[in-house]
């Protein structure tokens, strides 16, 4: 297996941070197995034909519910069980098989792929993950035949983002038995289920003192002390079931404990992972599905004698739409490929999927809607409803700032150990007075960003028709990780409390991975016999398209590093929070 600077099974996006690249995790670029292809086509074919004579999106949205005959039909389907292993009955695919059907479940009504998301996705992933033998076999076929639907419960009202704060209490009755007491928040399929994952903090003695940590519990549907709210009134996914979950001393075996007690964080950060993922492929096959109404409304409306579709700034929508759509495909499919061969590592991986996802999504519709013009803001057309279900994306599974952060601050880790010998001997005096003992520690700091600053880390298995995008990138890859040494250099440990050079360390990394994603994709189509002349002319152009977006993207982070309005932007949010607002009217000045 790769490994990274500290020999942990390698991060493509870790590696970023380092100036590394390991070529090996990146090429051939993961293909479907021609059986998968026909699987993944029967399947697909399957939910679009029970979506044409079953859904209708409208209607639920207005009424806000979905009928039973939608879970029986998917449940049927085998839909409810993606992931689960056949012998427990389910359909075992793996995670790029499991993406792609979900995505086109998602493509079809996002507040159904919401209700079937929260269930398999996320809702019984723990179990899926964490279970034991006996806790499998009782459990995962009701699930995965949706006999059982199953919801996630973390969220808390007083922690949102910051999930180690959660107050839910799991007391230990010494008796075989844990008394559960709390409340959960937003909690999709809260009164569908009957089968709840429960994080809760339980009391654990270390070194002498009461600590508490996080652990995960199973609460069965039904237990005595187990209530909810009313549904919530939502923007969007409105058919989707939201509600509050409330547990008044309810009390649970210890069988079902999930995992090991006092781990029940990592437990929650490795499912929300797995969540983070199938979004991402969601958000992919969303916008080839929002992409296709745009261009049928663009070939076919006229104006000034001729189809708007031939109109430059329509083009460039179009454009837009068709290349992020081609970019979130890449790097959702690359890092379902590194899962299935092994790489156990892959947050920061699924973090980029869910960040730049919902985000190229949210634009997509909206420049959708800008082409439909006035029919997109009337309800007869689907355009506002989409608008309004896919907003909540970029809140889903982690806010994208909150993820920004974890990219970053993951990101850091490691180029910060390595630097940690050279922080002791930075101050220039000390070094003077060893300069020996200071000499090789400079030297090997020195050799590797000058090895940065030129790009070291070349692209050797990208097609020839991509040389200057991988030199590019090369290039780029280096300057990052010089940018990362300088915010240490810069900042110290006070880089946890400044989130906007956060945010540009995320950005670039996200758009590093999407540039290396798709050459990576496009060498493959290129070498391949599978795709016409057309197709491959396609997808050249909409790589060196992305590859100069996100290049451009790259470079005004980096000069923002350094010159930027970091200083003004404290100020005038502190005097905006200070005055409660805009603070100004042009009457009184």
């Known amino acids: 297996m790769a490994s990274n600077p500290n020999g942990n099974f390698e991060s493509v996006v870790g590696s970023f941070?380092?100036?590394?690249?390991?070529?090996?995790?990146?090429?051939?670029?993961?293909?479907?197995?021609?059986?998968?292809?026909?699987?993944?086509?029967?399947?697909?074919?399957?939910?679009?034909?029970?979506?044409?004579?079953?859904?209708?999106?409208?209607?639920?949205?207005?009424?806000?519910?979905?009928?039973?005959?939608?879970?029986?039909?998917?449940?049927?389907?085998?839909?409810?069980?993606?992931?689960?292993?056949?012998?427990?009955?389910g359909l075992g695919l793996d995670y790029s098989l499991y993406c792609r059907v979900f995505?086109?479940?998602?493509?079809?009504?996002?507040?159904?792929?919401?209700?079937?998301?929260?269930?398999?996705?996320?809702?019984?992933?723990?179990?899926l993950n964490e279970g034991n033998d006996e806790q499998k076999k009782k459990w995962l076929p009701r699930l995965a035949s949706g006999e059982v639907i199953a919801a996630f419960c973390l969220t808390e009202p007083g922690s949102g983002s910051d999930a180690y704060s959660i107050k839910t209490k799991a007391v230990d009755n010494k008796d075989g038995t844990y008394t559960i007491t709390g409340q959960k928040l937003w909690i999709t399929n809260a009164g569908l289920a009957g089968f709840y994952s429960v994080f809760a903090k339980t009391e654990h003695m270390i070194d002498g003192k009461s600590v508490e940590k996080i652990s995960c519990f199973i609460v069965e549907g039904g237990m005595p002390g187990l209530s909810f709210g009313e549904k919530e009134n939502k923007m969007g996914i409105r058919a989707s079931e939201t509600r509050a979950v409330y547990f008044d001393k309810v009390v649970v075996p210890k069988e079902n404990i999930l995992g090991e007690l006092g781990?029940?964080?990592?437990?929650?950060?490795?499912?929300?992972?797995?969540?983070?993922?199938?979004?991402?492929?969601?958000?992919?096959?969303?916008?080839?599905?929002?992409?296709?109404?745009?261009?049928n409304h663009a070939a076919n409306r006229k104006q000034f004698d001729r189809p708007i579709a031939e109109f430059g700034l329509i083009q460039e929508k179009l454009t837009k739409m068709a290349a992020s759509t081609y970019a979130v495909e890449s790097i959702v499919y690359l890092t379902t490929g590194n899962m299935i061969k092994g790489m156990n590592d892959y947050y920061m991986e699924t973090a980029v999927c869910k960040v730049y996802g919902s985000e190229n999504l949210w634009s997509c519709i909206d420049m959708a809607m800008q082409i439909a013009a006035g029919n997109g803001y009337m309800k007869e057309y689907p355009y506002e409803r989409l608008m309004r279900d896919v907003r909540i994306n970029m809140i889903f599974e982690g806010t994208n700032e909150i993820l920004r952060c974890l990219l970053a601050l993951s990101g850091v880790r490691g180029p910060s150990e390595d630097m940690k010998e050279?922080?002791?001997?930075?101050?220039?005096?000390?070094a003077l007075k060893a300069p020996i003992k200071s000499l090789g520690v400079y030297t090997k700091f020195a050799r590797k960003r000058m090895s940065n600053m030129m790009g070291s880390k070349q692209i050797?298995?990208?097609?020839?028709?991509?040389?200057?995008?991988?030199?590019?990138?090369?290039?780029?890859?280096?300057?990052?990780?010089?940018?990362?040494?300088?915010?240490?250099?810069?900042?110290?440990?006070?880089?946890?409390?400044?989130?906007?050079?956060?945010?540009?360390?995320?950005?670039?990394?996200?758009?590093?991975?999407?540039?290396?994603?798709?050459?990576?994709?496009?060498?493959?189509?290129?070498n391949g016999t599978k795709a016409t002349q057309e197709q491959k002319d396609q997808a050249l152009r909409l790589t060196k398209y992305i590859c100069n977006d996100s290049g451009r993207k790259i470079k005004r982070n980096l000069k923002a590093m350094s010159k930027n309005n970091d200083k003004a932007v404290a100020k005038i949010s502190e005097s905006v929070v200070k005055t409660g607002g805009y603070g100004f009217d042009i009457i009184d000045f």
């Open 103 to 127: 995505g086109q479940l998602a493509s079809k009504d996002s507040a159904i792929a919401t209700m079937a998301g929260a269930h398999q996705s996320i809702g019984y992933r723990a179990l």
């Open 17 to 89: 941070f380092f100036g590394e690249m390991n070529e090996s995790l990146v090429f051939p670029y993961p293909q479907f197995s021609d059986s998968q292809v026909e699987m993944a086509k029967e399947m697909t074919a399957a939910v679009d034909q029970f979506a044409k004579d079953n859904f209708h999106s409208e209607k639920f949205d207005n009424e806000g519910k979905l009928p039973e005959s939608i879970i029986k039909g998917l449940s049927e389907m085998g839909l409810m069980g993606l992931g689960v292993p056949e012998e427990l009955g």
């Open 460 to 526: 050797t298995k990208a097609h020839p028709e991509l040389k200057e995008q991988a030199a590019k990138f090369s290039s780029m890859l280096g300057r990052f990780a010089i940018a990362v040494e300088d915010s240490l250099i810069r900042y110290g440990k006070k880089i946890i409390d400044n989130e906007i050079p956060q945010g540009r360390l995320a950005d670039m990394a996200i758009e590093l991975y999407v540039i290396l994603a798709c050459i990576s994709r496009t060498t493959a189509i290129l």
């Open 263 to 295: 781990k029940g964080f990592k437990i929650a950060m490795n499912v929300l992972n797995s969540g983070r993922l199938s979004l991402g492929a969601g958000c992919a096959t969303g916008m080839k599905m929002i992409l296709d109404l745009a261009t």
């Open 422 to 430: 050279l922080g002791k001997i930075s101050d220039v005096s000390s």
